[in-house]
């Protein structure tokens, strides 16, 4: 016999392509475990997310500006030139300020200034609520008197209106307020405090005063908080109170995460956003931080004022003094030499030689000027903000504006230079005319040091002309006027600092702060938990039974449809017999109408799919293995042939076991073993089931099965069945275990594979249709038998239900 079709290689599940929609479908089969699995996820996530810490976000928009200081005169030289580099001047300051709003020491100074060290909360089923600002008591602490950190009080009101306290707590700490320092540990506090009449509560580990606030102090704070009240003063027995202490480190741990973000790209406004689990708390904590943070900038802008007003009333009163006993110094003298007025001489040598003294001072700080020039030139010190004030002493217009052209040279070399790693045109034209600017301040500079040392020597000259006349004067007009001239001296300098004091005044009190807060924070937003882990929750029970169903999947090496056999072999499948509810074997007599026999009536049809039409005569079943129910559908079509009124016979050819004898419950001993050996004949052994259905089963189990079945007298039996029956219908043994089934398949007219879903190993299936095939054997037809009707979308009958399922006989 030709094959109507070919078979593939053995099978590999590796090279098997993803059938998404069969997936999804064994997937969803499970759903009821989906279902429960969704539930307890999410009811997980509720549980996380109701017990889970709260995490609120503060926001507050703040305005930082950077001022012209923070540039050297480099960079301000080149903005002119460059509008950017302002620009990057008020960044830098941005990033200045923004850091020092996020350091840690700045945070502290901010908590130190804070009365947090007392925590109120009340106890709920999943979590503490923060109570703040209407927290039903107040707790002074002694701060000479360590106290425990780590320890909750409990407060008990008593019926006598008096208080008691529970202190409980493990690993705690005792920590000094004062000091700000950890003094020494308790493994475990555990105990009952009273509480006096004036509300002191003193032990080893803690020291304060407890008062209870009445409803008018509560509203009052809530109010001054920003916030509503929330718990009544009368509420305490059905929500109870508990405090304990913290110290300005776990505060400031507390409030560190802070960041400080631009509103928009190269602006200078900005977000300040805080993250903490103080919700209240967080609020006040960030305005009275921005608001220290101002006042901080103030201070630092005022500084140099400041220390400048303490300068000035030092010396002005070091000069007030001077200036007062000179005066009384004048005035004795005059009283004991009877002096009123100096003469027009004397007078004349003392404007003189004060005059000579003033050009003499003038020319030495020239000199002193231009040699601070020639170093800070020589040196190319980067600290040119200094060479203008220098410049701009020495009175000379040729000088003065080598001298800035040369600054402006340095600056945008000192601008390229930074930039620019490698060697630029531009850089080195910059270079030769800052080589040429040198070049004309030395010779500027060597006049006004030659003009300026023959001015230093006629002054001096004349200033000594004035001392010897002065010397050539009476002793008392020597003494008179020596006191005048520093009275003068120090007249001129009290009426210079007075003059100084009022201008750096004026310039501190017109002082304001670069940056502002432009919004301080209001109402918090809760960033964590998120309401999103509800989300994970159902992610989460899908995925852990999809995980598992699908590693249940990947590991399962059993044929489950039609697309599994439909993967492995070639055959066609002819029927899908579904699972057995009735309390019998066979059903196809005894329940003429169910729907499993209708299913037997379309297998039965479907014969001529194979034949092209021709009427079987003899059917041999077989399958892989045991327990596939190959004798269950052997038999039901016997008997399906049976009441069609053909007479039909059952042939029990699994030669290696009494499983049909079993299976039928038969007393016969004798059968096919007999009639092949030629020991009984055919009306010796043939067992009358059923009206047109004879059974005969394999007798005794001979030694050598195989070469039984392969005799001649096999051929010569199927031959004369098939002169006393209309059909011939042969139970074999399973295929996929022995070959004893391949000699018969030859001799039959269609070969039904039998494949039971969840039973039949997908590598049994491959391998065997390849034998089958190596042995010539072509009409087989696949059945799938046990198939759950909803599954595979099995329907037969006219609305006929099976009664109640007993146990599955197949």
């Known amino acids: 016999m030709s094959s109507y079709y070919t078979y593939g290689p053995p099978y590999d599940e590796q090279s098997d392509s993803i059938d998404y929609r069969k997936w999804f479908k064994r997937i969803f089969k499970h759903w009821k475990w989906l279902i429960l699995s969704v539930v307890v996820g999410i009811g997980i996530a509720w549980y996380v997310y109701q017990s889970a810490t709260r995490i609120y976000e503060f926001k507050a928009t703040i305005m930082l500006k950077g001022t012209p200081s923070q540039l050297n005169i480099f960079e301000r030289n080149y903005a002119a030139g460059n509008p950017l580099s302002s620009f990057r001047a008020e960044y830098q300051g941005y990033l200045n300020q923004s850091i020092i709003l996020g350091l840690r020491s700045s945070v502290q100074r901010t908590v130190e200034t804070l009365d947090f060290n007392v925590h109120f909360y009340t106890a709920s089923r999943f979590r503490n609520r923060e109570l703040f600002p209407d927290e039903p008591y107040t707790v002074d602490i002694d701060i000479t008197h360590p106290q425990a950190l780590g320890v909750s009080f409990e407060v008990l009101p008593q019926t006598d209106g008096s208080l008691l306290l529970k202190a409980k707590g493990e690993k705690v700490i005792l920590h000094d307020f004062a000091q700000h320092k950890h003094l020494r540990y308790f493994p475990e506090i555990n105990e009952e405090l009273k509480v006096g009449p004036d509300g002191k509560v003193t032990t080893e580990y803690c020291s304060f ?40 480190n ?22 300040v956003t805080l993250r903490t689990p103080l919700k209240e708390k967080g609020r006040v904590f960030l305005n009275r931080h921005l608001d220290r943070w101002l006042q901080d900038e103030m201070e630092q802008k005022n500084l140099t004022a400041v220390n400048t007003l303490h300068f000035i009333n030092q010396q002005l009163e070091v000069t007030r003094d001077s200036l007062e006993l000179v005066k009384s110094q004048i005035e004795e003298f005059r009283r004991n030499n009877d002096v009123i007025l100096p003469d027009e001489q004397l007078g004349e040598i003392y404007t003189g030689r004060k005059t000579a003294e003033e050009e003499l001072t003038t020319l030495k700080n020239t000199r002193q000027r231009l040699d601070q020039l020639k170093e800070y030139i020589a040196a190319r010190s980067a600290d040119a903000e ?40 531009y850089v080195d034209d910059l270079k030769k005319e800052e080589r040429t600017q040198l070049a004309i301040i030395d010779e500027a500079i060597r006049q006004l040091e030659h003009h300026n040392a023959q001015a230093i020597g006629q002054t001096e000259a004349r200033l000594q002309a004035f001392v010897t006349e002065q010397n050539q004067l009476p002793a008392k007009e020597q003494e008179y006027l ?43 937003r809760q960033v964590a938990p998120s309401p999103l882990i509800l989300l994970a929750g159902v992610a989460g029970g899908l995925a852990l039974p999809v995980a598992i169903i699908v590693l249940l999947i990947v590991l399962d090496v059993k044929v489950h449809d039609d697309e599994d056999v439909a993967r492995l072999v070639p055959a066609p ?64 079509l016997a008997g399906l042939y049976a009441i069609a009124g053909k007479k039909t016979v059952l042939l029990g050819f699994d030669l290696r076991k009494h499983g049909l004898k079993e299976y039928l419950d038969i007393p016969h001993n004798q059968g096919i073993t007999e009639l092949i050996i030629g020991t009984r004949g055919l009306r010796e052994v043939a067992y009358a089931y059923r009206e047109n259905l004879d059974v005969i089963t394999a007798g005794k189990l001979p030694p050598n099965p ?27 043994s399973p295929v996929g275990l022995v070959t004893d089934a391949l000699p018969l398949a030859v001799l039959a007219d269609i070969n039904l594979y039998v494949v039971r879903p969840g039973h039949t190993l997908k590598k049994s299936l491959a391998p065997t249709f390849a034998q089958l095939e190596k042995s010539g054997i072509s009409n087989v037809g696949m059945v799938m038998n046990s198939v759950d009707p909803a599954e595979h979308h099995v329907s037969y009958g006219y609305g006929y239900t099976p009664s109640a399922p007993t146990h599955d006989k197949k």
């Open 706 to 732: 195989s070469d039984l079945i392969e005799s001649e007298n096999t051929r010569a039996l199927i031959e004369e069945l098939k002169h006393h029956y209309e059909m011939i219908i042969v139970d074999t």
């Open 386 to 425: 200094l060479m203008a004030p220098v410049v701009m002493g020495l009175n000379s217009d040729a000088l003065s504006a080598a001298v800035l052209k040369l600054m402006d040279i340095r600056s945008r070399l000192y601008s390229l230079q930074t930039r620019e790693k490698e060697s630029n045109p």
């Open 573 to 636: 499948i002819l029927g899908h017999i579904i699972r057995n509810d009735f309390d019998t074997a066979l059903v196809s007599c005894e329940h003429p109408s169910s729907p499993i026999t209708e299913t037997f009536r379309a297998l039965r049809s479907s014969f001529n799919y194979i034949l092209k039409g021709k009427q079987p005569q003899v059917v041999v079943v077989s399958s892989s293995a045991s327990g596939e129910g190959k004798s269950f559908v052997a038999l039901n």
């Open 250 to 271: 776990q505060l400031t741990s507390l409030f560190r995460n802070l960041d400080v973000s631009e509103v928009e790209k190269y602006a200078t406004m900005a977000t």
């Open 209 to 248: 005063i407890i008062r209870k606030k009445d409803l008018a102090e509560m509203e009052a704070a809530a109010m001054e908080g920003g916030g509503t009240l929330e718990l009544d003063a009368d509420d305490t027995e059905m929500n109870p109170v508990f405090f304990r202490f913290v110290s300005n």
């Open 482 to 524: 020596e006191l005048q001239r520093v009275f003068d001296l120090n007249n001129k300098m009290y009426n210079l600092l007075r003059t100084r004091k009022v201008e750096t005044e004026v310039m501190k009190a017109a002082a304001t702060a670069d940056s502002k807060v432009l919004e301080y924070a209001t109402e918090p």
